[in-house]
Nanobody, 115 residues
Framework: QVQLVESGGGLVQAGGSLRLSCAAS????????IGWYRQAPGKQREQVAL???????NYADSVKGRFTISRDNAKNTLYLQMNSLKPEDTATYYC?????????WGQGTQVTVSS
């Protein structure tokens, strides 16, 4: 199974930006979808953004217009550019790669947005 390692989290003031990275141990081109999820304390994990095998992107309504998901196939890396951050974006962000028979998760990176 592919190994995923997230980085780029941190503490930022409201209105600021962060870019998360997810480095995969091998190519994720063949995966049905790759994306970002987040989980805040006491809440369920939720989808933030994903890219399908066709290249289509999907965003949660709460992040549309502020977050951008992208991938660098040569580097086997997935990114999440987060702009205009809000306190409610505070959560642990996880990278995911899914295909039939495989559902890989990273260990997560913490994002904290102060008001």
């Amino acid at each position: 199974q592919v190994q995923l390692v997230e980085s780029g989290g941190g503490l930022v003031q409201a209105g600021g930006s962060l870019r998360l990275s997810c480095a995969a141990s091998r190519s994720i081109l063949g995966y049905s979808s790759i994306g970002w999820y987040r989980q805040a304390p006491g809440k369920q994990r939720e989808q933030v953004a994903l890219i399908t095998v066709s290249g289509a992107t999907n965003y949660a309504d709460s992040v549309k217009g502020r977050f951008t998901i992208s991938r660098d196939n040569a580097k086997n890396t997935l990114y999440l550019q987060m702009n205009s951050l809000k306190p409610e974006d505070t959560a642990t962000y996880y990278c995911n790669a899914y295909r039939a028979g495989s559902n890989a998760w990273g260990q997560g990176t913490q994002v904290t947005v102060s008001s």
